[in-house]
C-alpha cells in the first residue's frame, strides 16, 4: 500500500494507580517526611544493609527486620549527565536537560540509593566523591522518596 | 546437549517504522516464513509460545492477540502459551513444553514495535513505582549508569566502546535485515551527540519494529525433517535482583551463572578456543565487552581490548555480532530471537554474506530483558 493510504490512530491511554508501599516502605517514607531520615533494614544472616527497607533479604531468604537509620551522607557510586527530553512522570511535564541521575552508597549501607544530583558538568563529576541529601522544605515532604530533593556534592 | 533442534527460523527486516503491518501482519509473515523454512505445515506444530510486552503493545495480554497469525487457532485451537521477556526465554519455555513430552514441536513467535509507544516512558515503567520510577530513569539512563561503572571499575575507556559500534555498524553492511549499517570510524561515534554520558548517539542501539518466529522439533521428528537440524547444545537463564542499587552493575553475576550452566550442557571448557561465532545483546556499545568477560571471554576487565585489537572481528578468532547485532537493530524482545536465528544460520553456513570463515562447531546466542540485563538466556547451537 502507499503510505498515504495507511491509517494511524492516536490515543493517549490513562491508566491511574493506587500503590501500597507496604510496611517497610510506609515506615521508611514516613520517617523521611517526618523526620528527615533515610531508614533501611538489615539481614540478620548477612548483615547486609538494604535501602529501601524491604520484607525479605534475597540471597538469604530471610526477614531482613531490623530497622536501621542512615546517613544521609553516601558516595558517589555511578553518575550519568541526561540530555535527552523526558516527560517527568512526576508532573506530567518536559523536565529540563540536562539532569544528573546518580547511584549513591549510604554510608552505612551496602545496596546503592538511585537519585538525582544537583550537578550537570560531567567534568565536575567523579567515582567516590562525597554526597549529601537535600531534603524538601517541612510544607513540601509528603512521604515519597522525592522528599529528598536531590543529593548534592560536599566536598 | 539436549534432544531439541531448530528446524526452521525467518524473522521481518527491521525497520524504524512497521507502519504498513499490524503485530498480526508481522507474526503471520514470520510464522509462514519459518515453516516454509522447516518444510512443514501448519498441522504439524502443536504447541506454540507468543513472546511480548504488554507495555509495549499497549494492551493487556498482549500475547493473545496474536494467536490466529501463529497459527494456534487452527482446527480450532492447539496448545498456546505465553512468555513476557525477551524472545530466548521464550525458546527455552518451548523446549521445556517439547521436554515434558506432552508435544513433538513448537512454534515460538515474538513481536514488538518500538514505534508505537513512548520508548522512554514503557522503559520507566520498568522499574519500582515507589522509589525509582518517579525519579525518571528508563532504559538509557540505567544504561549510561552501568557504563560508568564499568569503565571506573577496569579503566575501560568511551573509546574501547567506540571500536564496538565500528565494528558491529560495518558488519551490518553485510546484513539485509539490519537497520543501521554504515562504515563508521572510531572518531565518528566519538564526536556523535551526548546523550547520557558516558554513552553518546552511535553508542545507543536504534528504535525498531520487527518480529521473528522459531520451529522447535524433539530428536523423535526433528531427523526425519527434510531440514538439517541444528541442536541446542546447551541453555541456560539466570536472573538477577529486582532493585538496581542492589547489584553492583560492573558486573553480571546472571551471565556468568548462565554461561557456565549452558557451557556446561554443551560440554564446553574453553569458551574463547571452543565457540567459533557469537551473536550477543549489545542494545549498548559498552554491553558486547561486559557481555564477553562474564561470557568468560576474557580475564575480568579485559572486555574493551577484544574489539580494540580485531579479536571480535567478522575475520577475528570468534567473531562477535558477524550480523551487526542488537546495535544494527534493537526490536526488543526479539533481538534476542534474532540473535538465535543468526547464530543457526551460522551453524547451517547459510548466513549468505554475513556466514563466518571455516566450520562453525558452537555457536553462542543471547538475550537479555530488564534494565542493564537484569535476566540472561545463553543458548549455545551446534549440528
Known sequence: MDKDELIHLHVDVDLPYRWAAGRYGSIMLKALRDEKKILGNCCPQCNKVYVPPRVVCGPCFVAPDEVVELSDTGTLAGYSVVNYPFIDPETGQKRPVPYTYAYIQLDGCDSYLSHLIDETDPARLSPGMRVKAVFRSDADRVGRLQDILHFKIIE | MTDIAIVGAAQTPYQRCRDDANFAEMIYEVTCGALADAGLGISDIDNFITVSNDFWDGR??????????????????????????????????????????????????VHCKGSEGNMRQITNGMFDYIYTRPLGIEAIGAAALQARRYMDSYNITEEDFAHVSVKNRGNALRNPHAQLAAEMTVEEVMASKPIASPLKLHDLSPISDGAAAVILAHRNVADKLGRKPVWVKGIAHCSEAHFLGDRDLAEAPALRDASRRAYQMAGIKKPFAEIDVVELYDAFSYMEPLWLEELGFCPRGKGGELARLGATAFDGPVPVNPSGGVLS???????????????????????????????????????????????????????
Do not use: K, W
Open chain 2, 60 to 109: 493487556t495480554i498482549s500475547s493473545m492477540a496474536v494467536q490466529d497469525a501463529c497459527g494456534s487457532s487452527f482446527e480450532g485451537g492447539r496448545n498456546v502459551s505465553t512468555v513476557e521477556g525477551d524472545g530466548t526465554f521464550g525458546l527455552l519455555y518451548g523446549m521445556m513444553r517439547i521436554l515434558s513430552g506432552a508435544y513433538q514441536t513448537t512454534l515460538v513467535v
Open chain 2, 329 to 383: 537493530a534493537h526490536a526488543v524482545l526479539v533481538a534476542g530471537l534474532a540473535r538465535v536465528i543468526e547464530a543457526a544460520l551460522q551453524v547451517r553456513g547459510e548466513a549468505g554474506e554475513r556466514q563466518v570463515e571455516g566450520p562453525v562447531e558452537f555457536a553462542l546466542a543471547h538475550g537479555i530483558n530488564g534494565p542493564c540485563g537484569q535476566s540472561h538466556c545463553v543458548v549455545i547451537l551446534g549440528e
